[in-house]
């Protein structure tokens, strides 16, 4: 302020100065300079903002001309504390709010032109009850409390001021919200920069306690008593398992005592009460799931024949394990004491056990699974296609008869103490053994022999049967064969040399690809089976305009990409000039097998095309390995093992063979296939695949 006066006074003397001087040539001027300073002139206000109660400064002059302040909202002020030219001031009434300050002067009202403002010192003197419980009222003592648009509880709980039961200056009442926590307390002016002013102390809201919880153990199924206080404040009780029962679903429900019913999945662990603020009450002790006990007859028994199982609480039990981890069937009509189960036809000698919806298991006794004996045949020779009779104990339990050579005979007919069984073709002298439902196998004490005029088999020349193409028998006393079927039952219709010790026979065209069989039959009406032995073979391109890719053409040119995959020509696996081949010996994952989407590919119609693609693979694919989708235009097919499966389950092949996919059969596909899009194979596998011995060439289409 000083500063202020000290200006008006140098500028005021440079101007006497001026007039002084220029006399003559401003006079005029200098009068009219004159008229002007006798006018009342505000230069500022404040300081800003000002507490009520505070001494607001004008600056100015003339200043003391001024005969009111009028401050908003209408308080007309006369009475100043200074009053000169340049300075007047005055006390801030408390009533006083934020606007504009007018100053009445002879010469007319000079308005401000920024608002005044307040600094309004919210405060928090305390608050009563210092605990409290849900529902509760409580008071907030403190100073410009009006000014507060919201109280703040923990956790971010709020109330708004519309809410308040009472607000005043000086003091707020408000109900406890049901989420509010133990905690500061906050009061806030509701803002968008808001001013939040805390208590020096914390609120402290009640929680539900616990007292008893009984019984304990408890049976599923059954009530559950917690007493204990302010439970009328729980909205869920969390029991083992995460089993969680709303207030809604409570059996009853007061502030000293909660009663429910005990989930029949529940298992053993704390129990949890949580009111509306979501603070956890977890109880000192674990709660324990009653189980059953349980006695069980007989001890020794068949496959299919019913336990009695006795004891308590069995109407817990929700399955129950015989050996080799196989579940039986509880039969309707059981009770808390008693229920009848079945073993299951796969169960093996082992321990039972007994399992509560809870997961809590109880051990019963070891049982013994009975197996059939098997005591005789006869007669112990025979022909294919002939009966013979096995005799022995429990042979009802018999699912499967096995001559040597892995062949099963067909059951006839059967009672506990005797099968009659059917010969199969090219069963061999050896073994015979009985397979139980539990897989449990019972060989016989003598062998079987196999009474057959057949020929004896040496060798194939070829190393697999090529549609189309001569596939060598050799042997001895082959002149007896009338008659050779292949696989698919598909009947030999051309034959090359015949002699004594080699056949030459034409594989049809049609022969199922993969590994099979060759049955013969011999003009004494005697059948047979040849050794297993591949059949497949590569089919010619019928249409060049139909090829999707050949490798032929440069591999990154046309922008193919794969990671695990390249392009070769090695003579020695070669079908004709290059070929795809994998690289990766350990592929584990999703991949491209090969891709691209560069290409103008044919485009055929579904009906009436097979997708065809020549495949050797040198290296067989174990088991459980992953499966391939073919891509066209975008659309997957599962090609999955190409049809290709060996008998262990692994796939292979012995050289090219040509897959024919029948497009007919994914409905996914459009009937008419476009040519661009992404086009390729992709291979998903969960374990580990060697791909070094995949080849693939002359990926086509082919009209029907």
């Not at 003197?125 to 648009?149: C, H, Q, R, S, W």
């Not at 989420?179 to 968008?192: F, L, P, Y």
């Not at 006869?378 to 005799?391: D, L, Q």
Request: include cysteine.
């Amino acid at each position: 302020m000083h500063k202020i006066q000290i200006k008006f006074r140098n500028w005021t003397l440079l101007l006497a100065t001026l007039c002084v001087v220029s006399a003559g040539i401003i006079l005029t001027s200098c009068e009219g300079k004159e008229e002007e300073d006798t006018k009342v002139v505000l230069y500022s206000f404040g300081p800003m903002p000002i507490a009520r109660g505070a001494e607001l400064k004008f600056i100015g002059m003339n200043l003391d001309k001024v005969t009111a302040v009028v401050l908003p909202d209408g308080i007309n002020i006369t009475s100043f504390t200074q009053k000169t030219s340049t300075l007047l001031t005055l006390t801030v009434p408390q009533e006083a709010i934020p606007g504009y300050v007018v100053l009445k002067t002879p010469d007319g009202d000079i308005t401000t032109k920024t608002e005044i403002g307040f600094s309004e010192p919210i405060s928090i003197a305390g608050f009563t009850p210092a605990t409290v419980k849900a529902g509760d009222e409580l008071t907030i003592t403190g100073d410009y409390l009006n000014l507060v648009g919201e109280v703040i509880l923990t956790d971010r709980v709020t109330v708004a001021e519309d809410d308040f039961t009472s607000h005043s200056r000086t003091e707020i009442k408000l109900v406890i919200p049901a989420e509010a926590q133990t905690g500061k307390i906050a009061v806030s002016n509701a803002a968008e920069e808001p001013i939040i002013v805390y208590s020096a102390t914390s609120l402290t809201v009640k929680l539900p306690a616990f007292t008893t919880v009984a019984p304990n153990p408890v049976k599923a199924g059954t009530a559950l008593t917690i007493t204990g206080t302010d439970l009328d404040l729980v909205v869920t009780v969390t029991l083992g398992g995460n089993k969680v029962i709303a207030a809604a679903d409570l059996v009853s429900q007061t502030a000293t005592e909660i009663v429910l019913t005990v989930p029949e999945d529940t298992k053993d662990g704390k129990v949890i009460m949580t009111p509306a603020s979501g603070v956890e009450v977890i109880s000192a002790d674990d709660l324990i799931m009653v189980v059953p006990t349980v006695s069980v007859t007989p001890v020794t028994l068949k496959n299919g024949q019913d336990i009695t199982v006795t004891g308590t609480n069995l109407d817990l039990v929700d399955h129950v394990v015989f050996g080799g981890d196989k579940q039986g069937t509880i039969k309707d009509g059981g009770t808390a004491t008693q229920i009848l189960v079945t073993v299951p036809d796969d169960a093996v000698t082992g321990v039972v056990t007994f399992v509560t919806k809870a997961g809590k298991e109880v051990t019963g006794p070891n049982l013994t699974m009975i197996d059939p004996v098997f005591s005789s045949f006869t007669p112990t020779s025979a022909k294919a296609n002939t009966n013979i009779t096995i005799t022995g104990t429990d042979l009802d339990l018999v699912t499967d008869v096995v001559f040597t050579g892995g062949l099963n005979g067909t059951i006839v007919s059967g009672t506990e103490t005797s099968l009659t069984v059917t010969v199969p073709v090219g069963a061999k002298t050896g073994k015979i053994t009985i397979v139980a439902m539990n897989k449990t196998e019972v060989e016989s004490a003598i062998d079987f022999t196999i009474l057959a005029n057949l020929p004896t088999f040496d060798s194939y020349t070829e190393f697999r049967g090529e549609p189309g193409k001569i596939l060598t028998i050799n042997g001895t006393n082959l002149l007896l064969v009338k008659e050779l079927t292949f696989p698919g039952n598909v009947p030999a219709t051309a034959y090359g040399i015949k002699t004594d010790t080699k056949i030459e026979v034409y594989v049809p065209v049609n022969v199922p690809f993969g590994n099979g069989t060759i049955s013969l039959l011999t003009y004494e009406g005697e059948e047979g089976l040849f050794p297993q032995i591949f059949f497949g073979g590569t089919y010619p391109v019928v249409d060049p305009a139909l090829m999707i890719t050949n490798y032929d053409d440069d591999f990154s040119q046309y922008g193919y990409w794969s990671g695990i995959t390249e392009t070769g020509n090695d003579p020695a696996y070669a079908l004709d000039n290059n070929y795809m081949h994998g690289t990766t010996a350990a592929a584990n994952g999703w991949f491209w097998i090969w891709g691209c989407n560069w290409v103008a590919f044919p485009s055929v119609t579904k009906a009436d095309h097979y997708l065809k693609l020549d495949v050797n693979i040198t290296r067989p694919f174990a088991p459980g390995t992953g499966s391939f989708t073919f891509k066209l235009s975008g659309t997957d097919i599962d090609i999955g093992h190409l049809g290709i499966e060996n008998p262990d389950g692994s796939w292979s092949t012995t050289g090219w063979i040509t897959v024919t996919i029948d497009l007919a059969n994914y409905t996914a596909l459009p009937d008419v296939i476009p040519s661009g899009g992404d086009w390729g194979i992709t291979l998903w596998t969960g374990v580990d695949m060697d791909l070094t011995g995949l080849y693939v060439d002359n990926i086509r289409f082919e009209h029907k």
